[in-house]
T-cell receptor, first 112, second 115 residues
């Protein structure tokens, strides 16, 4: 079965600093990988997804993620954090047949 | 225009009651899902329907019964509510042929509190 591990339930950064949220996956088939963001009291919104095309994927709001097969990783980065980036971030892997398996989430805190 | 909508947004009820949550999508998608997010924010799929047909049924108690009257709607009925059912329930939809892995679009969630 496929699985996702997100290291760090909380990540704190200062405004303007680099954001790095870690995601490692386990999959027996070529994975599709996703990053979703959840703002307080809202649903999930897709940031970006990897579908076996380019390994560096650019998403919305200045976020990007790099698929590294050798490291089974799909870490999310943003060069400069904004206060509005404070939210919960979920990494997910698709098992096919429409089934998404989510990580436990990482809360990003941004301080002035 | 709301792509995936859910009603109600909040639901507070007593143990033992029966309640329903409704979901509608106007994206023309073929596949709809129900997810449960617990108090620790962990998200897990419960059900998925493709063109009104049940595709995924995780190990969910049979007190939970999804119903899809048409491919734009997927409702969730819960019988004999228990304290442990308190969670946020998310509906989602995607355009799938049953084998591809397309983006899922999520609704705003229904916050259920069982007292």
């Amino acid at each position: 079965a496929q699985s996702v591990t997100q290291l760090g339930s909380h990540v704190s950064v200062s405004e303007g600093a680099l954001v790095l949220l870690r995601c490692n996956y386990s999959s027996s088939v070529p994975p599709y990988l996703f990053w979703y963001v959840q703002y307080p009291n809202q649903g999930l919104q897709l940031l970006l997804k990897y579908t076996s095309a380019a390994t560096l994927v650019k998403g919305i709001n200045g976020f990007e993620a790099e698929f590294k097969k050798s490291e089974t990783s799909f870490h999310l980065t943003k060069p400069s954090a904004h206060m509005s980036d404070a939210a919960e971030y979920f990494c997910a892997v698709s098992e096919g047949f429409q089934k998404l398996v989510f990580g436990t989430g990482t809360r990003l805190l941004v301080s002035p | 225009d709301t792509a995936v909508s859910q009603t109600p947004k909040y639901l507070v009820t007593q143990m033992g009651n029966d309640k329903s949550i409704k979901c509608e999508q106007n994206l023309g998608h073929d596949t709809m899902y129900w997810y449960k997010q617990d108090s620790k924010k962990f998200l897990k799929i419960m059900f998925s329907y493709n063109n009104k047909e049940l595709i995924i049924n995780e190990t969910v108690p049979n007190r939970f019964s999804p119903k899809s009257p048409d491919k734009a709607h997927l409702n969730l009925h819960i019988n004999s509510l228990e304290l442990g059912d308190s969670a946020v329930y998310f509906c989602a939809s995607s355009q799938d042929d049953g084998r591809s892995r397309e983006t899922q679009y999520f609704g705003p969630g229904t916050r259920l509190l069982v007292l």
